[in-house]
């Protein structure tokens, strides 16, 4: 009889390479100490007929792998909870696609803190192997080492607020009796959602087990994810007020949302052409925070009204 699974490793893929993600992942899986077994679960989430072929045909050649695809793009919670269906180890790592994990034993500091019996562990975000250094990539670079690429310590002090799904390692117990919200569709706000109510019932650990983020976003490409995410944002806000009423651009936003249509429509094309005038990225970072905001504040706005623009 074989040895039971005891990592399930599942990636939701749109429009990725994931070879060298899976590649690394591969090499440290055949490294583990005897009795430990880890399998990989890869979905595409409607990727390209181009970019679906090229993965299926690097999945087939590596051990460990098990890959499909979805037909239509179906968004992130719903692929997640589609692959934890499948998955049969103990523990489940959900790592994103664009991921790669800056240790080369980073699946064994993971498997050592299920060991120690822990529940929900949170490796945290780098930009460590990223070397883009195209002027067109500095906001996002500078935005994203603000607020996500932060230390185990200052993440560790608001648990929830930093339980980002690209990285994170979950007993599949609790994950399965806490599930991705298939609401949130889109891009945006399901993991925090999700990490609101998994700490209310569950010790959520942040460690120093940093996986880089690969992607990178020009400007334009930030401006648009910023605004596809702000109706998941409201979501998020009116299912936890208490937890997220009050914090970052949702105090603001309860204030905006009093200004006349007009003057947010007016206010929202004013800081569109400064945000992409501009290149001094301290100035930028509060200017983007301001936005979403004001863009938060009209759809709170246009939600009152039952969807009324």
Known sequence: MSSPVFLSILIPVYNWDIGPLLDRLCRQGQRLPDGVQVEILVLDDGSTTKTKHANASLAEQLPLVHYEESAVNRGRAATRNALLKQAQGEFVLFLDADMLPDREDFLRMYLEQGDQGAEIVCGGISYEQNNHNRPEYDFYLYKSRHT??????????????????????????????????????????????????????????????????????????????????????????????????????????????????????????????????????????????????????????????????
């Open 148 to 309: 996500e690429a932060l230390t185990a310590e200052i993440r560790n002090r608001s648990p929830w607020r930093y339980l980002f799904t690209s990285n994170i390692m979950v007993r599949r117990d609790i994950v399965e009796s806490v599930r991705f919200d298939p609401r949130f569709t889109g891009y945006g706000f399901e993991d925090i959602e999700w990490g609101i109510r998994l700490s209310r019932s569950y010790t959520v650990l942040h460690i120093d087990n940093t996986c880089s983020h690969m992607g990178v976003m020009t400007k334009k490409e930030v401006m648009a994810k910023m605004r596809e995410s702000i109706p998941n944002f409201s979501l998020l806000i009116g299912l936890h007020p208490a937890e997220t009423g009050r914090a970052g651009a949702a105090r603001p936003a309860f204030v905006l949302r009093c200004w006349p249509d007009v003057l947010l429509l007016s206010a929202d094309r004013l800081l569109t052409a400064l945000f992409f005038a501009l290149r001094w990225n301290p100035l930028l970072f509060y200017l983007f925070q301001g936005h979403k905001a004001l863009l938060l504040a009209r759809e709170i706005k246009k939600t009152s009204r039952g969807g009324l623009a």
